[in-house]
T-cell receptor, first 115, second 110 residues
Framework: GAVVSQHPSRVICKSGTSVKIECRSLDFQATTMFWYRQFPKQSLMLMATSNEGSKATYEQGVEKDKFLINHASLTLSTLTVTSAHPEDSSFYIC???????????FGPGTRLTVT | GEDVEQSLFLSVREGDSSVINCTYTDSSSTYLYWYKQEPGAGLQLLTYIFSNMDMKQDQRLTVLLNKKDKHLSLRIADTQTGDSAIYFCAEIHRDDKIIFGKGTRLHILP
């Protein structure tokens, strides 16, 4: 199946700093990428949908100025957590949807810990 | 609402069959998915079923779909210790948003 990578897999940062997470589709072009957040022992929560070359669409309750999403190419989307706080500590997972299929392929996730 | 419901916990003896149930909400969902998440890892797509199918079998996995009742199940035959994980049921809406259930934690007894 298609491969989606995320970098970094784990990151620890200090409160107040910003962290960038990359999501790459390695062997296919993804016109749409999705960003999810998962709290411990909970399901995934969709944060935003990003389409290549346009602004991301954020779900209700997700602050767009705090979680900056850029989908600059058909193989790369980035999520920047700005001015991170301990409550932003979470597991962030991206997925990418190919142009020919509605299947979504998930990245391995990034565990963010804010101290 | 947009809730996909599934039981939170299932305990099965090694070698028995596991059946994980799910009810979804959107009758127009074209695809329904089962994902597996091992501890600390991302999601792995296990299998999916198109909405015009009643059943799909893939090696040890059998998916049953009852569209009238919006009920989906995943059967794992001959459950092994490596099957221990959280299993998420998910439906896809017309705008390609995937709505996940809260996940069923499968525990394997020796």
């Amino acid at each position: 199946g298609a491969v989606v990578s995320q970098h970094p897999s784990r990151v620890i940062c200090k409160s107040g700093t910003s962290v960038k997470i990359e999501c790459r589709s390695l062997d296919f072009q993804a016109t749409t990428m999705f960003w999810y957040r998962q709290f411990p022992k909970q399901s995934l929560m969709l944060m935003a949908t990003s389409n290549e070359g346009s602004k991301a669409t954020y779900e209700q309750g997700v602050e767009k100025d705090k979680f900056l999403i850029n989908h600059a190419s058909l193989t790369l989307s980035t999520l920047t957590v700005t001015s991170a706080h301990p409550e932003d500590s979470s597991f962030y997972i991206c997925s990418a949807a190919g142009t020919a299929t509605r299947e979504q392929y998930f990245g391995p996730g990034t565990r963010l810990t804010v101290t | 609402g947009e809730d996909v419901e599934q039981s939170l916990f299932l305990s099965v003896r090694e070698g028995d069959s596991s059946v994980i149930n799910c009810t979804y909400t959107d009758s127009s969902s074209t695809y329904l998915y089962w994902y597996k998440q091992e501890p600390g890892a991302g999601l792995q797509l296990l299998t999916y079923i198109f909405s015009n199918m009643d059943m799909k079998q893939d090696q040890r996995l059998t998916v049953l779909l009852n569209k009238k009742d919006k009920h989906l199940s995943l059967r794992i035959a001959d459950t092994q210790t490596g099957d221990s994980a959280i299993y998420f049921c998910a439906e896809i809406h017309r705008d390609d948003k995937i709505i996940f259930g809260k996940g069923t934690r499968l525990h394997i007894l020796p």
